[in-house]
Structure formats: C-alpha cells, structure tokens
C-alpha cells in the first residue's frame, strides 16, 4: 500500500477490514483501501478545520482524496456490486 495510515487506529483498520475485507487478513483488496483511505480522509479533515494553515497537511489530503477517486473509478469500470457495496 502507498499510502501511510500510521495516524489511524488499529480499531478503525480493523472495523473496516472485517466490513470491507474478502478475509480477516485482506488488506489489498481496492475496497478495503478505499476504506482505509476514507477513514484517513476524515481524520485529515477535522484536523484541517482546527489548523487552517497546515498546507502540507492540505496537500497530503487533496492526494489523498484523489488517490481514493481513481481507485473509485477503477472499481466502478472492473466491479459495480462491489463499487455499490462501498
């Protein structure tokens, strides 16, 4: 994964792992990482409404977003039960 979800608890990764996830240990599935990404993207949100000047916090969180977009767009070609599902 590209993606660094250091921030995110384990409880969180987990919970969206077991809903999103083909098995317990199935963290590379595109559902699972738009998941993870989701999560990221909210935690990142509520800390850009406390620090509005954190710019490279901002921009983490614009590829972030982006990077979630193109992988909804794969899903949505390749998968639409899945895509529905997420």
């Known amino acids: 994964m590209l993606i660094s979800l250091a921030m995110t608890s384990n409880e969180t990764k987990a919970k969206v792992i077991s809903s999103l996830g083909k098995s317990k240990n199935d963290t590379g599935s595109v559902e699972v990482q738009i998941g993870l990404m989701s999560s990221r ?25 982006g990077k979630r977009k193109r992988f909804l767009k794969y899903l ?3 998968d ?6 997420v």
């Open 41 to 65: 993207i909210t935690e990142l949100t509520e800390h850009m409404k406390v620090n509005k000047k954190d710019l490279h916090s901002r921009r983490g969180l614009l590829q972030l977003v």
């Open 76 to 78: 949505k070609n390749n």
């Open 80 to 85: 639409e039960v899945s895509y529905s599902k």
